[in-house]
Each structure stands twice: as structure tokens, then as C-alpha cells.
């Protein structure tokens, strides 16, 4: 459990804006070992993936998703967490940062639990029936805050300059976009 409360605290102070989130991970002899157990990362976002899904189904106005529905997201859910990890470290490789993607994806991995749950909170206000001006704005705050977490991990981790961490945050809201359009 240890790699989980490292990941997470790390996680939390980059989300404060605090770079010394970086500084907990250090580089490990060991670093490829420790992004790989990063992707327990997933299972602590499941739980708000499937959250989100019913809310936004409830918001939809649908009924219950179909099994079929809520298996194809889910299929998409993990298609793109790891289509992005994938093309992530061919990127960085090319940008001759190879070295630190283990860093790199170890921070994504646990920054999107944080990014999960920033969502989750945000869609509260819809959920208790509060006014839309109210849901949306706490929808567009949360949305801005969990990208610029990613551009600001992402600057960092790589040590690239801010217009490269833009360009792979947006190469994962693509990812992110093309599969909600094909499972959605």
C-alpha cells in the first residue's frame, strides 16, 4: 500500500499546484517496476468512472443504461487509458524524454484518480438538484482544473516546456474524445 499513499500524496500536492508532488516519487532504480504498479491507479478510478456514467444517464433523462451500453464504456474506459499510456511513451521517446515517461505515467496514473474525483465532486450540484448555473459552473472549474493538473504534471515529470505538456494533454482529451464517439 505503501506505492498507493506515495502516489496519491504525490498526486495531491501537484493538484495544489505544489511541484514537490515530483519530488516524493524520485527516481528508483526501480522506476519501470513502480509505473507498472501505477496502474492500480485504474481500479481507485473505477468506482467514479461508473458514477459519472450513471450520471450522466440520470442527466440524460435515460432510463437505466443497457448492460451493452455501460460494457461498451467501460471497454472504452480502459481502450483509452491505455492507448494513451501507449502513445504517451512514443512521444516522449521522440522528445528524447524516454527516460522519464516511468515518472511521467507513475503521475498520470495517480493524478487521474485525483482528476476522478474532482469530476465526481463537481456533478454533485446536479445531482442534489441544484440550479444549472451552479452544476455547470462547478462542471467548467473542475473540468479546467483537472487539465491544467495534467499540463502542470506533465510539464514537470517530462521536464518539457509548457507548449509540449499542452500538446500531450491534448493528445489524451483526443483519445478520450474519439472513444467516447465510437463506444458513445
Keep these: 500500500m505503501r506505492p498507493v499513499a506515495v502516489g496519491l500524496q ?3 500536492l501537484l493538484a495544489r499546484g505544489r511541484a514537490e508532488g515530483l519530488a516524493m516519487l524520485g527516481t528508483p532504480p ?3 517496476a513502480v509505473a507498472r504498479r501505477s496502474f492500480w491507479a485504474v481500479a481507485f478510478c473505477l468506482p467514479a468512472f461508473v458514477c459519472l456514467h450513471l450520471l450522466d444517464q440520470r442527466s440524460a433523462g435515460a432510463a437505466a443504461s443497457s448492460a451493452r451500453g455501460f460494457a461498451a464504456d467501460l471497454l472504452g474506459f480502459a481502450i483509452g487509458w491505455l492507448a494513451f499510456a501507449l502513445l504517451s511513451h512514443q512521444v516522449a521517446v521522440a522528445l528524447g524524454r524516454g ?3 516511468p515518472r ?4 498520470w496514473n495517480w493524478c487521474n484518480v485525483v ?3 474532482i469530476l465526481v465532486v463537481a456533478a454533485l450540484p446536479a445531482l442534489l438538484g441544484l440550479p444549472d448555473l451552479i452544476g455547470q459552473t462547478a462542471w467548467l472549474v473542475a473540468l479546467g482544473w483537472a487539465l491544467w ?4 504534471m506533465t510539464g514537470l515529470a517530462l521536464s ?3 507548449p509540449m505538456a499542452a ?3 491534448l493528445l489524451d482529451v483526443g483519445i478520450g474524445l474519439l472513444v467516447a464517439g465510437l463506444t458513445g
Design 10 to 12: 504525490a498526486a495531491l
Design 30 to 32: 526501480d522506476a519501470v
Design 99 to 101: 527516460v522519464h515517461w
Design 104 to 107: 511521467f505515467i507513475t503521475l
Design 115 to 117: 482528476q476522478y474525483v
Design 149 to 152: 493538473l495534467e499540463w502542470f
Design 160 to 162: 518539457i516546456p509548457a
Design 167 to 169: 500538446a500531450l494533454v
